[in-house]
């Protein structure tokens, strides 16, 4: 994968983790803005993460899907569930003993953890099941159905190039006339924030995305230029930003952040910038790679401290949750993720 995108997996990860510090109670003023209308939007790190899947599956595998017909859809869909299936059935393992007796009160809840551990529960608009036992793996369920998917929307989008462009026209025309049908919050974040089938928009834009470097990777383009390009990306993602409180929620869950969001991929997986030179140093590639086992055990991290750390400053506890997980995250992804996908990638081709 390419360095600078690999880095940046680390810094909207960090925005995920910050927009679940929602239990952080204070009467500063300056915090309390940060957390409603800063932290809270931190969401637009998992449409980052989509996009970003659509264009890497693309650069991997989109050529190899288009000129071989008998493309080994198996072998892929192995590899790709390798990818996140252990670490999403090890966070499951480690929080549901908290569940039963935080959330479920010494009861199992058979059909939510069914849906959780087959990765099922983004298909179910209802919050009990959707945000289950790891709040975040609802992400890993839509990610799967991209994976299945995947083969299929390479196909559908090299034989009809022009449907993809019908479909992203209905999307937001669905979303901006939804507020007029529906006052249901939950169910509002349940189809627009959480369901793969709407989700998949983010990743097959991911895919064209792909398609648009494929064709400019070989211009040359200067350090100077490349510096400019890169800011400017970065400058139109924070104008979108400033402007999100006029946009409606169910619009700002993916749609609104979709043309920030692949021009940050695009621009950085070029790598001829200033921006995308430090990206791509080893310390913050590295964070990159450990970005996935953050994410999936930063809320697991939040949610045992509040439970069962002594009492301390709420402020303490950000910077003790985010080292916990940063730790965590270093030796799950030595000890358990690399060892786990060699041990599947040599069963692979043995």
Known sequence: MLNSLTSLRFFFAFVVFLSHLTFVKTDLVWYNWLKNNVFFEGYLGVGFFFILSGFVLALNYEKKIIDNPNFDKKKFYIARFARIYPLHVLTFLIMLPFVVINVWKYTFEWDIAAANIFLLQSFIPVKDFYFSINNVSWSISTEAFFYIMFPFYVIWLYKFPK????????????????????????????????????????????????????????????????????????????????????????????????????????????????????????????????????????????????????????????????????????????????????????????
Request: proline share 3%; charged share 15%; hydrophobic share 55%.
């Open 163 to 350: 449907l993809i462009y019908i479909l992203l026209l209905i999307i937001p025309a669905i979303i901006f006339a939804e507020p007029y049908f529906s006052t249901n919050r939950n169910l509002e974040k349940g189809i627009f924030y959480i369901n793969p089938i709407v989700r998949s928009f983010d990743f097959i834009l991911g895919i064209i995305t792909c398609q648009i470097y494929q064709k400019i990777k070989t211009k040359e383009i200067n350090l100077a230029k490349g510096t400019m390009i890169e800011f400017t990306s970065i400058v139109l993602l924070i104008g979108f930003f400033i402007f999100h409180e006029d946009v409606a929620r169910a619009f700002r869950y993916g749609i609104y952040y979709w043309i920030p969001m692949m021009m940050i991929v695009l621009v950085f997986a070029l790598q001829k910038g200033f921006f995308s030179k430090i990206l791509q140093h080893k310390s913050l590639v590295y964070l990159g790679e450990i970005s996935f086992a953050f994410y999936m055990i930063h809320m697991i991290v939040i949610k045992y401290g509040n439970q069962y750390l002594p009492a301390i400053n709420d402020f303490s506890k950000i910077g003790l949750y985010f080292i916990i997980a940063l730790i965590l995250s270093i030796l799950i992804f030595e000890y358990f993720e690399k060892p786990v996908a060699k041990w599947i990638k040599n069963r692979l081709h043995s």
